[in-house]
């Protein structure tokens, strides 16, 4: 078996025999395409012995034989319906080889010059160059309608955020040379774990943002514009000007949106009235101007159903402001409630007899599947949806001086709307590999992606060596090799110079980074909020973002990882219940 890979989810062999099927599957392999019709050859296995093998093994394949000579437009469209259909990466096969190429050359030539084409076959080993006069008819008729990519990249990032940084940097250590460019529109750059400590009145929020430009790797090209879709079929990105980019890979990290108007009447109030929410720049130190006036009434904190930006961020923001009106003295003449969409205060029931010891302490009213749903901030009212235990919803009116808001999170538009979204609008990716389900050439991760995992910083920072790693291994032909443990982290700053420090992984598994007797994160301290306040920043900007793997190296097995179902680990659920 002589494999030639031409692409990062395509390689072409010569004729494969129900053995060569197995040896394909250890390689990573995740379908076979024939191309070579039965009975060209007395000692060819027929398709039914590959399509037996291929069952035996757990792949995918299809029959899509090709009369040598004489590829036609049928043979085209039913190559490029497979190629959509069929998990990649993809092993196809003829006699040689060459029809398969072929038929991946003509697919391509709608985007790709016919130069750019016949120099991967020939770097694979093929001569397809009396295909020439019909690849360049084929791009010129693909050019005509404005389709062709206006430049490829090796690698291009949609996200200039955690996720997006971090992959690119961790990609250059592996491999230097690689051509790497990221796709984001924004020029200033934030640190949002800070926000949290903005609104509590520790950080101001000038220390959160960097110019984007500075923290750019060297050699990757920042294209300054904003994705508009996906054409992954065509290897392309489409930007909001209508430029397509296409890619060799692409990696999908651009975040989450906030849905500001999943709550009625929410927007026009924001910042004003007594209502306010971390979860933005500008609305951080307006949280901590109104912990700061507030001497009685009543302070409402919310959060809505998963998933969101850290599960733990809406009490955050509960804690530290109960902190400060109990220095105050006047935390006894303020009613706090804590109106939780979900059932549980926190989903890793580890960490919750030490927040419930802050709960009491503070007075705080636990209200659990309580959703918020519309706000009148001149009135100073809020509206809650109410679930009982046999699911009967109710609505509820509450009074407030004080609103703090974690807003719904959704899927951003132009991702739910693509063919890399899954039905709940993420991007479908495998939760170990971070590679996607149906693309072998895509990877997500990022609060974009679709692992069920806490959407942290701190999780970015495990996940980009481990796409970093399998995006190189694509780059070359490979199978992925590393795995993702679902890890999140959630610093839990129940007090002013207190940390109760949440690290899990899928499953709620507890997954420490440093030894208990370092650094127990199941009761509150005062070396995890040093952590946060002071090592974290520098963590983040200096190390994260330049792709210094410290304490974050990927795992790596020895062959593929076996597909599954990773358990939830986003730190939250929104089952009925009380505490735990």
């Known amino acids: 078996m002589d494999i030639k890979t031409i692409a990062p989810d395509f390689s072409v062999s010569p004729q494969l025999t129900a ?5 394909a599957a250890s390689k990573g392999y995740r379908a076979i395409l024939i191309n070579r019709p039965d009975g060209e050859a007395s000692e060819q296995p027929n398709h039914e012995e590959i399509f037996a093998a291929a069952e035996r093994h757990g792949l995918n394949v299809r029959y899509i034989p090709v009369t040598p000579g004489d590829i036609t437009r049928a043979d085209v469209s039913n190559f490029a319906t497979a190629m959509r259909e069929l998990p990649a990466p993809v092993l196809a096969y003829c006699r040689t080889g060459t029809r398969s190429v072929s038929l991946w050359a003509l697919l391509q030539a709608g985007h790709l010059s016919a130069d750019s084409i016949l120099k991967t076959a020939s770097d694979a080993g093929y001569d397809i160059s009396g295909l020439k006069d019909r690849l360049s008819a084929e791009n010129a008729a693909g050019s005509s309608v404005g389709a062709r990519a206006s430049r490829i990249h090796d690698v291009l990032i949609i996200g200039g955020g955690a996720a997006g940084i971090s992959t690119a940097s961790s990609i250059l250590k592996r491999r230097g040379e690689t051509d790497i460019a990221i796709v984001e529109p924004k020029t200033e750059h934030y640190y949002q774990p800070g926000w949290t400590l903005v609104g509590g009145g520790v950080f101001n929020r000038k220390q959160t943002e960097r110019p984007m430009d500075s923290l750019m790797p060297e050699g990757v090209k920042w294209i300054r514009s904003a994705c508009a879709g996906f054409e992954p079929d065509r290897n392309q990105v489409v930007l909001e000007d209508g430029t397509r980019i296409g890619y060799r890979i692409l990696v999908v990290a651009p975040g989450l949106k906030l849905d500001w108007e999943g709550v009625e009447g929410l927007r026009d109030t924001l910042g004003k009235n007594g209502v306010t929410s971390n979860y933005l720049f500008d609305m951080a130190p307006y949280t901590w101007e109104l912990v700061q006036s507030l001497r009685g009434g009543k302070a409402l904190f919310t959060q809505p159903p998963m998933p969101i930006k850290c599960a733990g961020a809406p009490q955050k923001a509960m804690y530290l402001a109960c902190d400060a009106w109990k220095r105050r003295g006047v935390l006894k003449d303020i009613d706090v409630s804590f109106h939780n969409a979900g059932g549980v205060l926190f989903g890793v029931k580890e960490y919750v007899p030490a927040l419930m010891e802050y709960v009491k302490a503070y007075g ?37 001086d004080m609103l703090h808001v974690c807003p719904p999170q959704t899927a951003l538009d132009f991702v739910a709307k693509s063919p890399l979204a899954n039905d709940a609008g993420w991007v479908d990716v495998d939760a170990e590999t971070l590679q996607h389900n149906q693309y072998g050439n895509v990877f997500g991760l990022g609060d974009a992606g679709s692992t069920p995992n806490a959407k942290t910083a701190a999780a970015v920072r495990k996940q980009a060596p481990v796409a970093a790693h399998n995006i190189v291994r694509a780059l070359d032909g ?30 709620g598994k507890l997954e420490p980074t440093l030894p208990k007797w370092m650094m127990n994160g199941e009761k509150p301290t005062r070396s995890a ?10 963590i983040y900007f200096d190390m994260m973002l330049r792709g210094k793997e410290t304490l974050a190296s990927p795992k790596v097995l020895t062959h593929r990882p076996a597909s599954h179902e990773a358990q939830d680990a986003s730190g939250q659920d929104n089952k009925p219940g009380k505490v735990a």
């Open 19 to 23: 053995q060569d099927v197995g040896l």
């Open 364 to 400: 705080i009213d636990l209200a659990f599947n309580q959703t918020l749903v519309a706000v009148d901030g001149p009135a100073k009212k809020a509206w809650f949806d109410v679930k009982d235990s046999e699911g009967n919803v109710t609505r509820q009116e509450q009074s407030f």
């Open 478 to 507: 490979k199978a992925p090799t590393a795995v993702y443990s679902g890890y999140g982290s959630c610093p839990l700053t129940v007090e002013r110079g207190k940390i109760v420090l949440a690290e899990f992984a899928y499953g």
């Open 529 to 538: 909020w040093f952590l946060k306040a002071k090592m974290l920043p520098w």
